[in-house]
């Protein structure tokens, strides 16, 4: 199993990055998908979340309005458009995926993005 984040990085404030998520290893229609994020100092937080069939059921609210949850079931992956960056989303995004009927979840290894002018 191997979930793998991209697209981290280094961003001014106000503008946008796309994480993504390559998953492999394990039925990606059979769970549900999340974005986490975990400043320093500060406990990982639940940023977004997909269902398996496309719905989003959670968008954090100090990102509404700026990021999206979206997945490909066709290529395995799925993503966090951010747009509109604000130096407090500065963080470790993570990604994961979670399955109540298959009773397990798997973690990414964490991409860093900073917002910094």
Known sequence: ???????????QPGGSLRLSCVCSGFTFSGYIMNWYRQAPGKERELVA???NAGEITY??????????IFRDSAKTRFYLQMNNLKPEDAAVYY???????????????????????
């Open 95 to 117: 990604c994961r995926a979670s399955s109540s009927y298959f009773k397990t979840d798997y973690w990414g290894q964490g991409t860093q993005v900073t917002v910094s002018s």
């Open 59 to 68: 968008i954090a609210d100090p990102v509404k309005g700026r990021f999206t």
């Open 49 to 51: 979340t997909i269902t």
């Open 1 to 11: 199993v191997q979930l793998v984040e991209s697209g981290g990085g280094l961003v």
